[in-house]
């Protein structure tokens, strides 16, 4: 009866208990932990993908409440912008370029577009298609036309934009169903100041636009400036000041070097608001007729400002029996001068859009504090 003997049961004793190895004991462990220690990975795994995928479709669900509605991409197919445009008819165009024409359409959720289609014909207008596509799918600033979504097929190259309800700065200067005063005028220049800084200086490299003028800033229903029309844009390298191009600008509004030989650079756009500053407060195009031989648009400003003003500002911007006349003569005149500078033939004279746009600002505060009534 001595519990504590062991072996062979042939002796009738308990059988003797074997310790096991160290080695035997891991490999038990291993393997129970090892396959364990995979199901709880996989497991979640499959958590996480389930949790995201929900996610991600309760974001898109919400899209229209998070994001505003002009910045998301919509696809839009070919029948819907022939329904939209009652199929690209004359009594929705809104202008013809050089490269197509733009439409007025309404989606069937009776959201407003601006459908731009281009010329599939030729080469020029199918490259602009793609660097407008390029471009406008990146960039994002308030005083720039946004791009909603885009159609392409054998037959049609188009974009579909954000519509401009009040038209163009061109139309409203010389409609006479629009009277822009001083301050309209102003605000909606800073607004395009705004767009060309960012594109020069804002954005991942320098962009130069290449074609700036009044028919391309757009007025939204607030009156509010957006550049537009990238068709002629350059991309210039994070390194380069200037560039060459063929193409061709518009005529009145290209600098001179841009011009003579092609050359592209930030300054260039900077020429061409100068001239747009002065079209805006004078009303004359830089092509009127009046222009010839050795007179130009700049040099009829240039004079001017050496005498009087009111001989070249626009009629109804200047009254002199208007008790603030001293003010908007002042004002006008600060624009004016602002525009020479920006239009100075030496493109490394010029100043930058950037200054363009401080000074500008100090221009408006000093105009509206001249002219608020104690």
């Known amino acids: 009866m001595n519990l504590a003997l062991c072996g062979l049961l042939r002796l009738q004793v308990p059988s003797c208990k074997t310790t096991t190895h160290p080695k035997s004991r891991i490999m038990v462990v291993l393997v129970i932990t090892l396959p364990l220690t995979l199901i709880v990975c996989l497991t979640l795994i499959i958590v996480m993908r389930v949790y995201r995928t929900r996610r991600s479709s309760q974001l898109a669900n919400n899209n229209d409440v998070d994001v505003p509605q002009r910045a998301i991409w919509r696809r839009i197919s070919y029948p819907e912008l022939v329904q939209a445009t009652n199929g690209f008819s004359d009594s929705n165009l809104l202008g013809r370029g050089g490269f197509g024409s733009v439409f007025r359409g309404r989606l069937l959720d009776g959201m407003e577009i601006a459908v731009k289609v281009f010329h599939v014909q030729t080469e020029r207008a199918l490259r602009s298609f793609n660097v407008e596509c390029e471009l406008?799918?990146?960039?994002?600033?308030?005083?720039?036309?946004?791009?909603i979504s885009s159609c392409t097929n054998d037959d049609l190259k188009a974009l579909v934009l954000e519509y401009m309800p009040n038209g163009s700065l061109e139309k409203c200067l010389y409609s006479d169903e629009y009277f822009l005063d001083i301050s309209q005028r102003l605000n909606i220049l800073i607004d395009a100041a705004s767009a060309l800084e960012y594109l020069h200086f804002g954005y991942s490299v320098?962009?130069?636009h290449c074609d700036i003028k009044p028919s391309n800033v757009l007025l939204?229903?607030?009156m509010v400036g957006h550049v537009s029309d990238f068709g002629i844009t350059k991309l210039l390298g994070e390194e380069d000041s200037m560039t060459q191009t063929q193409t061709l600008a518009t005529i009145g509004y290209m600098a001179p070097e841009y011009g003579r030989k092609g050359r592209v650079s930030r300054k260039g756009d900077v020429y061409s608001y100068g001239i747009m500053l002065m079209e805006t407060f004078t009303r004359k195009k830089p092509t009127d007729e009046t222009f010839i031989?050795?007179?130009?648009?700049?040099h009829w400003v240039g004079?001017?400002?050496?005498?009087?003003?009111?001989?070249?500002?626009?009629n109804d911007l200047l009254q002199r029996e208007d008790g603030y006349f001293s003010a908007r003569e002042q004002c006008v005149s600060s624009i004016l001068s602002l525009a020479m500078d920006c239009t100075i033939n030496l493109p490394e004279n010029r100043i930058s859009i950037r200054n363009v746009?401080?000074?500008l600002i100090k221009i408006r505060a000093t105009f509206l504090a001249s002219t608020q009534r104690p």
């Open 357 to 359: 746009v401080s000074r």
């Open 206 to 208: 320098p962009v130069v």
């Open 220 to 222: 939204d229903q607030n």
């Open 136 to 147: 406008l799918s990146g960039i994002r600033h308030r005083n720039l036309v946004k791009i």
């Open 293 to 298: 031989g050795e007179m130009s648009l700049r």
């Open 303 to 314: 004079d001017s400002l050496n005498h009087s003003i009111v001989d070249v500002a626009d």
